[in-house]
């Protein structure tokens, strides 16, 4: 085994070493161990053959790096025109390529999919080190691997600086990485991640696999003080860097002693105990207002099982862990849990009683500022669109119109993390909605919009003054659905009107037939507002009549500048039809484009479709 590996081992001897031959699949358990306590993979991963994506090469790099734990797992932006803000690595690649460890191509795509290089990872790799082009003697890729293999870095890396590295090959990158020296210092980089190194300066392999955290804990009604047996030296709330004062009651908590690091969740989730599954004796999951949650560890199992006072029918909130399991549960009302949000649908639903008999009752289903979907039952009758609290007194559903106080307005600043006047909270919940639609927004999402009194339907602050919640009116129209008006006729015969109209939306087609009205509506691309069902709306797109360039979300073109949504639609025109497209295939030089949006980016809009015909 080469000279690197042997000297990290020799810190660790009480432990078992797995040793395979130099050309082995499987990485040896200490690598294998070393590199899950990095976050560089799962823990129950057993395909070391398997090929790296540029876009979980990404997620490695954050894991390894000092900014691991301060990116959110859920993107808020695309990074790149074939990075989606819901694609599952989107805010690694983004902080990735912000860092500079990885880039893009030169046609504004990363290429998530695509296996991660042997060049691209020792380069990567190297720059989590502080060096750069200036340090390569040669041309790529000679120069970044021979650096990588002076320093020891391609210890037990087998791929060709071309070929796809395996996942065998990144935990040895990543392992060699903490006994590496950074650029210019003397601390290895085992330190600088925030690791133990021996009194040889060598990582400290023994520490680094001592059971990495404790937990889960409750944070009682009276907060966290006298919880943690240290001082924090890192406090991370849900995924994002804060305070010790940010850890708030009923948050779940974690921490590593070692490292004196603390994590912190504040995931809810109220509603009906509806069935526990296998049984209600051992349960392995419950079903809570429809959704199943797996049950994780024994106090929530007692909580929820026979003897835990949480009865099935009866209203309860569960508090969810790192992983979405349940930490613990109590009855709603003993945690004066609330849900704040707009109503999505009404209707009934099953449910089963103490005794185990089945019934239906009224419900309503609430968009919480959480982006979750609640479903409780309702004594009252609630239209969609209406905005509610809902809060859980003595076992009971109370649900109540939210009336806005007085508005908080002005300009935003998503660097500045400001709405107008006042501070916007870390984790600041905003809704947008209109016409009963809804959707979950960032504060980046709005980042230089001005939103007036008319914009705003409802906000709250934290007792810090922070703006800490926000339901707009429509402001970006992403609640919305957008498509193409294949066909409108419509007849007025003095008596009575009737409308027919045909429209593509997301690839599929859909037939709507008016007996009453008319939409005054033509053939193009075109917001289709409907509800219940039924074709409500139909307001036609501005036009963008020559799309000269793309670049990640940015699109130019006849002296213009647009940002595209992150679900627009794509469709190449020919033969007399639309064929739904990959918008990332889309090639200026190869189609004559245009795009199609509902405002300027300034009033909050985007480009919502592009179309394409072959030159």
Not at 361 to 384: E, I, P
Request: glycine fraction near 12%; charged fraction near 20%.
């Amino acid at each position: 085994m080469k000279r690197m590996l042997s000297a990290v081992l020799c810190a660790a001897t009480a432990l078992t070493l797995l040793v395979l031959p130099a050309q082995a699949a499987e990485a040896p358990e200490t690598v294998r161990r070393v590199a899950v306590e990095m976050g560089v993979m799962d823990a129950g991963e057993a395909n070391f053959t398997r090929p790296v994506t540029r876009g979980e090469f990404a997620k490695m790099l954050v894991s390894a790096s000092a900014r691991k734990g301060t990116v959110s797992p859920t993107g808020n932006a695309s990074p790149y025109r074939d990075v989606p803000y819901t694609h599952a690595y989107a805010s690694y690649i983004k902080t990735a390529v912000q860092e500079g460890w990885m880039t893009g191509y030169l046609d504004g795509t990363f290429h998530p999919g695509q296996a991660v290089t042997a060049a691209e990872g020792a380069t990567a790799v190297l720059a989590l080190l502080g060096y750069g082009s200036g340090d390569f003697s040669g041309g790529y890729p000679d120069g970044q691997m021979a650096l990588a293999q002076s320093m020891g870095l391609s210890d037990g890396v087998h791929a060709a600086a071309l070929s796809g590295l395996t996942l065998s090959d990144c935990t040895y990158l990543f392992y060699n990485l903490l006994g590496a020296k950074a650029k210019g210092g003397d601390k290895k980089y085992a330190e600088v991640a925030g690791y133990k190194v021996d009194k040889d300066g060598k990582p400290d392999v023994g520490a680094m696999l001592q059971p990495a955290t404790e937990g889960p804990f409750v944070v009682p009604a009276g907060g966290a003080q006298g919880m943690l047996p240290f001082t924090p030296a890192a406090v991370y709330r849900n995924d994002t860097a804060a305070d010790a004062d940010a850890i708030q009651p009923w948050d779940v908590l974690y921490y590593a002693k070692g490292s004196r690091t603390v994590w912190a969740y504040a995931r809810k989730v109220s509603g009906t105990y509806e069935k526990a599954a296998p049984d209600k004796e051992a349960p392995e999951a419950v079903t809570v207002s429809g959704t199943e949650y797996k049950v994780g560890g024994a106090a929530a199992k007692s909580q929820l099982g026979t003897g835990g006072g949480l009865p099935i029918g009866s209203v309860v909130t569960l508090l969810l862990g790192r992983g979405g399991e349940v930490a613990a549960a109590y009855a709603a009302e003993a945690l004066s849990t609330e849900i704040i949000g707009v109503v999505t649908a009404a209707g009934t639903s099953p449910y089963t009683s103490a005794n185990g008999a089945p019934y239906e009752a009224a419900t309503v289903t609430v968009l919480g500022l959480d982006g979750q979907s609640y479903t409780v039952k309702a004594a009252q009758k609630r239209s969609v669109g209406s905005l509610v609290r809902v809060s859980f007194p003595s076992g009971g559903v109370k649900i109540e119109s939210l009336r806005q106080n007085q508005a908080v307005i002005g300009k935003v600043s998503d660097k500045g993390r400001r709405v107008g006047q006042s501070p916007a909270a870390p984790d600041i919940r905003i809704l947008d909605v209109a016409d009963g639609a809804a959707v979950k927004v960032y504060l980046s999402r709005l980042d230089g919009l001005t939103l007036r009194s008319e914009d705003v339907l409802y906000s709250e602050k934290n007792a810090a003054g922070e703006v800490s919640a926000l339901i707009l009116k429509g402001v970006t129209g992403d609640q919305y659905r957008y498509g193409v008006v294949l066909s409108a006729k419509e007849e007025n015969d003095g008596q009575s009107l009737r409308a027919a109209y045909r429209v593509l939306v997301n690839g599929e087609t859909t037939a709507y037939s008016l007996a009453d009205r008319v939409l005054g509506a033509k053939p193009g691309p075109a917001r289709i507002e409907t509800q219940d069902g039924q074709l409500k709306r139909i307001v036609q797109l501005g036009k963008v009549d020559r799309v000269d360039s793309i670049s990640g979300v940015t699109l130019k073109g006849a002296g213009e500048t647009h940002t595209i949504w992150d679900n627009a639609t794509a469709y190449i025109y020919k033969d007399q039809q639309y064929h739904k497209a990959d918008r990332n295939e889309l090639d200026p030089a190869v189609y004559n484009m245009k795009a199609y949006y509902d405002a300027p980016d300034s009033e909050g809009g985007r480009i919502r479709v592009i179309v394409a015909t072959p030159r």
